[in-house]
């Protein structure tokens, strides 16, 4: 999928995934040891109280029915979930369920799906989930411990990105039919105990059975069978890589579960792939699928008078953008020789000229990004003080200078001229890293080699700003050529880590934890599923993850996230691109929502439904 589509479903995806806790979690104290809880906080008391009969923002009148047509960019080959091989299709957590569910109003916080409750003791030591007894797979075979502690174990063995993240989960036991205990190798790591709820759920029974052919079922391999699940719905027809329709449960065990009223409201979600972005928005003018979520600015501000465009709503909702930060930019491969020299990183950055793109094809709708935090309180600010400063300090011999001197700032560019000087100090950095000019290009003094570079790109998308950024490195010898490759080498390159620079992005929630290993660690820089895209190894890196990971209290987690973010920055591991904190949407005027949507989020299309009379008007 195109890459800021994607930053943008990352980020979405990791606020939901960092609920990590209760309310008692943000005390230092632990006055009532390990009791049952009907929900999750990491922030503040929870919202709702036990026995509650739904989200106040849900419509429980929501009419059921109809038929809701999307469309995915690029393609699948597989419905295994859980593997880092293949491609598995956009909807498949419709199928498959996990022991919490998100809400939508709070950040950081989730209340029981598959568990009806949670437990763990005061260091955090371990977590107990305890199973609705109604919870069933769509056969009707109960959904048990056995099944929770069967796809963990398949989890951290074939996955080698999930074997990372759970690392300190030692052991998965089922102690009855429907409790299930993880127990750790570390104490006071306060997100530990919730995010092992986030993983879904599999049935061990029929994943070690026949399929209908009688052919053993291979958890370890691909497969285009459609798997069997316990969520609202299942998968119906498909062709390959092309399209997908999933279809609503109709005895779904948990339709009568709080955090489900009002909610998998349509009979029917179909998706047909496309590999051209523009030919699908072509195919949603001419009413082949219902939505649009935009990531063009231009298409946003010119594409939108075809002559059906009175029966389509446009709206512009800023809901989950509010419990997630992001970075998404130009993330150089330090596995790479000439990336390892920061000189060289910063240079990179001098030279991308974001108010000119933000002028000419932006139509002014973006802001530089400016932090690995970008757009949440966890951002760092000037220069650090207090806590952020105390923690900074059990680095300061292996960090650079400026983290405590400079607060970081992207290059501006409001004239010509701005983008001359900033290019003239780039080539001033690339003298000071070993490269001299030979011709019309940079060679390295030493090896004589050309300082090229490949950027890998997964669609069109970002090429008309790539583009502009090859010519203005061009201005000062470096020579990057931009390649586009479809969805599936992709994915695999990346993976494989087949790539000098890639266009990507990093969700954050506003409770950064273990994740945050994957993302810079240096034990994830070695592998290759793991999204330490850029290669970070770098033990004041390490040391700051760990003091996030482990903080004691809130005051204490923020600070030292802000100080991991001002080292990240300083150390230009990633040349910043730019973001709009609102979704852009459009969709044909047959459908409503929630008036008003969850603070945190468009519900779409959870709590969305199908509206009869509406859709009478749209011929």
Known sequence: ??????????????????????????????????????????????????????????????????TLRLSETGGFDTFNPILAKGEAPVGLDKVFETLLSDSMEEISTEYGLLALSVSWPCDYSSVTYRLNPLAKFHDGHPVTAQDVTWTFDRLVELNPSQRFYYQHVVRAEALDEHTVRFTFDEKNNRELPQIVGQMPVLPKHWWEGVDANGKQRNIAEPTLEPPLGSGPYRIGAFNVGSTLTYERV?????????????????DMISYTYFLDRSVEFEAFKADNFDYWEENEAKRWATGYDFPKIGSITREELPNAYRRSGLMVGFVPNLRREQFRDARVRKALNLAFDFESLNRTIFFGQYERINSFFYGIDLASSGLPQGKELEILETVRDKVPADVFAKPYANPVNQAQTDLRNHLREALMLLGEAGYER???????????????????????????????????LRKIGVDMVVRTVDASQYVNRVRSRDYDMIYSGWGQSYSPGNEQFDYWGSAAADKDASRNYAGISDPAVDELIRQVVFAKDRETLVAATKALDRVLLANQYVIPSYAARKSRIAYWSRFSHPDPLPEYSIAFPDFWWFDAAKAEKVK
């Open 1 to 66: 999928m195109p890459a800021h589509r994607a930053a943008t479903r990352i980020a979405l995806v990791l606020a939901a995934f960092a609920a990590s806790s209760v309310a008692a979690l943000a005390q230092d104290s632990c006055p009532d040891g390990e009791r049952e809880r009907h929900g999750a906080s990491l922030i503040g008391e929870l919202n709702y109280p036990a026995g509650f009969e739904r989200y106040d923002f849900a419509n429980p009148d929501a009419p059921k029915g109809g």
């Open 250 to 266: 109709a005895d779904y065990w948990g339709k009568d579960v709080n955090v489900n009223i009002g909610r998998n409201n349509f």
């Open 438 to 472: 030979q011709g019309e290009w940079l060679v390295n003094k030493e090896t004589g080699k050309p300082l090229r570079f490949e950027l890998l790109l997964n669609g069109p998308i970002i090429e008309r700003v790539a583009l502009p950024y090859k010519e203005d």
